[in-house]
């Protein structure tokens, strides 16, 4: 009787506890008592789509809490808590403490890293969703305007659906992607992806402080210049603005996976996972060609990837240094063959297919016709060119360039119009008096 007791005690125990493992191998959520320790189970977002834990990229030894696709074969790490930090031994532990804050401690409880809140709450708790965003709140407290942090305001090198790439003008904060180091550390490596608004929104990829790439401004259907439509089957992509923020982000409409990352060596590419090959299969990659390196062809100068060479100079312009030019540095750029002189009449002649030229410095107006366009920048001597901001319908919204125009590809499959002022006498197609 004692040994039957005996044994359907530690039968019920071993219940109990396989019933605690069970509940919380499951869990998507690290609370004050239940904390994610390398080693131990992972932490799965509800629906089984994302997945976090320790690992170590490659062969390093170091150990990071990152987070990956829990269903795909190939481990594909999305992003990475300590990349600046990591571990060197294996006993991490990532907890959640008041007021709000994760915190990643060593085997003997060293803060190596940690996350940031204004605010205070009661019962702080990290949840991983299944959009791949972990994010820190009050239990039970499921109000977006009422999250503590989140991941998605502190991305690695990928950009998932639902993330916002670009700047709000309450908080200050800027997103952007940063690549790894190399394939083996996580650390911001010298590639960064920005949506930048100053003058007219556009990405920009740099490498350290140096343009590589730029997207040309959104004009309402695509970026200036890139063929892809904001709509596709199974994706709405795009830049919107408002007098809060600033940001570029895509959507998914159907259940395929997709991500954009930026890889160590500076190249942006858009992958989406083959369920067939059981492989990412990529679909961008940019750059693309040369005409994609940022001002290769130099102010006013038009590079066309079907041409050989790409650079040339746009039409009634010569090259403005034309020994280097024939030596293949095209830096220099063009000039006009005729120079301008705003004291008699200048004019605007249009420029077809053409990716807008660098809007950093360019001025806006979303409202005003592309007639109104015109007379504001024929009034004053330094405005090189104007344009319509948005393509949409009939067009909309002008664009104005004060600078020289840097960074202009031209070809029969994108672009837009832009209409470059003149000096009068080279009015064949006079499009305005
Ligand atoms: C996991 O992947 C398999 C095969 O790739 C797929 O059939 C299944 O629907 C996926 N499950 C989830 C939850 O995504
Ligand atoms: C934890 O970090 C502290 C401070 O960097 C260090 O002195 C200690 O050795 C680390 N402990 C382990 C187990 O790595
Ligand atoms: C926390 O805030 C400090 C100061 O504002 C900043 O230097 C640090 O990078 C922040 N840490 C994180 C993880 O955001
Ligand atoms: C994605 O969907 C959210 C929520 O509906 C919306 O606020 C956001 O503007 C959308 N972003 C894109 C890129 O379509
Ligand atoms: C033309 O070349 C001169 C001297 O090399 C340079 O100062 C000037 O900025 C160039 N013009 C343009 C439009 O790049
Ligand atoms: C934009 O243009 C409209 C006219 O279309 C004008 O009423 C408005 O004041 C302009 N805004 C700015 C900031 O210049
Ligand atoms: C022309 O535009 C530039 C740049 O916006 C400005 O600095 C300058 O004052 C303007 N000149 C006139 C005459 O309006």
């Keep these: 009787m004692k040994a039957l007791l005996r044994e359907s005690f530690y039968l019920s125990l071993l219940l109990c506890l396989c019933f605690i493992h069970r509940s919380f191998g499951a869990t998507d959520t690290i609370t004050t008592t239940h904390f994610l320790k390398d080693?131990?189970?992972?932490?799965?977002?509800?629906?089984?789509?994302f997945e976090m834990g320790f690992f170590s990229p490659g062969n390093s030894k170091n150990r990071y809490v990152g987070m990956w696709y829990k269903n795909i074969s190939v481990r594909t790490v999305v992003w990475v808590a300590n990349r600046e930090a990591p571990l060197t031994g294996g006993s991490g532990i990532l907890k959640i403490i008041k007021p709000g804050i994760l915190v990643l401690v060593n085997g003997t409880n060293h803060v190596v890293w940690s996350t940031n809140t204004t605010r205070s709450v009661q019962n702080p708790v990290a949840q991983l969703l299944d959009s791949g965003n972990l994010i820190v709140k009050e239990a039970g407290?499921?109000?977006?305007?009422?999250?503590?942090?989140?991941?998605?305001?502190?991305?690695?090198?990928?950009?998932?659906?639902?993330?916002?790439?670009?700047?709000?003008?309450?908080?200050?904060?800027?997103?952007?992607?940063?690549?790894?180091?190399?394939?083996?550390?996580?650390?911001?490596?010298?590639?960064?992806?920005?949506?930048?608004?100053?003058?007219?929104?556009?990405?920009?990829?740099?490498?350290?402080?140096?343009?590589?790439?730029?997207?040309?401004?959104?004009?309402?259907?695509?970026?200036?210049?890139?063929?892809?439509?904001?709509?596709?089957?199974?994706?709405?992509f795009g830049v919107y603005s408002s007098k809060t923020e600033v940001y570029f982000g895509y959507n998914l409409t159907t259940s395929i996976i997709v991500r954009l990352t930026l890889s160590h060596n500076g190249v942006l590419q858009v992958w989406t996972w083959g369920?067939?090959?059981?492989?990412w299969i990529p679909f961008l990659l940019i750059p693309a060609d040369n005409c994609d390196m940022y001002k290769l062809c130099g102010a006013y100068g038009s590079c066309n990837s079907q041409d050989s060479p790409e650079c040339g100079c746009l039409d009634k312009f010569v090259p403005n240094n034309s020994?280097?030019?024939?030596?293949?540095?095209?830096?220099?750029?063009?000039?006009?063959?005729?120079?301008?002189?705003?004291?008699?009449?200048?004019?605007?002649?249009?420029y077809s297919h053409i990716k807008l030229p660098d809007t950093r410095n360019s001025w806006s107006n979303v409202t005003m016709t592309l007639e109104e366009c015109r007379n504001t920048c024929?009034?004053?001597?330094?405005?090189?060119?104007?344009?319509?901001?948005?393509?949409?319908?009939?067009?909309?919204?002008?664009?104005?360039?004060?600078?020289?125009?840097?960074?202009?590809?031209?070809?029969?499959?994108?672009?837009?119009?832009?209409?470059?002022?003149?000096?009068?006498?080279?009015?064949?197609?006079l499009v305005a008096t």
């Design 141 to 236: 407290d499921d109000s977006p305007g009422n999250l503590i942090w989140q991941s998605f305001d502190h991305p690695t090198d990928t950009l998932l659906a639902g993330m916002k790439l670009g700047r709000n003008f309450v908080t200050g904060r800027e997103v952007y992607l940063s690549s790894w180091k190399n394939e083996e550390d996580p650390a911001p490596g010298d590639s960064t992806y920005h949506c930048d608004p100053s003058g007219y929104p556009q990405n920009i990829l740099k490498k350290g402080s140096d343009v590589v790439y730029r997207s040309g401004p959104w004009n309402g259907r695509s970026f200036s210049g890139n063929r892809n439509s904001r709509e596709g089957p199974s994706y709405t």
């Design 378 to 429: 024929s009034k004053n001597c330094s405005c090189m060119a104007y344009s319509n901001s948005d393509i949409l319908n009939e067009g909309s919204g002008c664009l104005l360039w004060f600078k020289d125009l840097l960074d202009i590809r031209q070809g029969p499959n994108g672009g837009q119009d832009i209409y470059i002022r003149m000096a009068s006498s080279e009015s064949g197609w």
């Design 39 to 49: 080693g131990d189970d992972n932490v799965a977002s509800t629906g089984g789509i």
């Design 275 to 279: 369920d067939g090959d059981q492989g």
């Design 323 to 350: 020994d280097a030019w024939k030596r293949k540095d095209w830096s220099g750029g063009c000039v006009r063959r005729t120079e301008l002189n705003c004291l008699q009449e200048d004019v605007f002649l249009k």
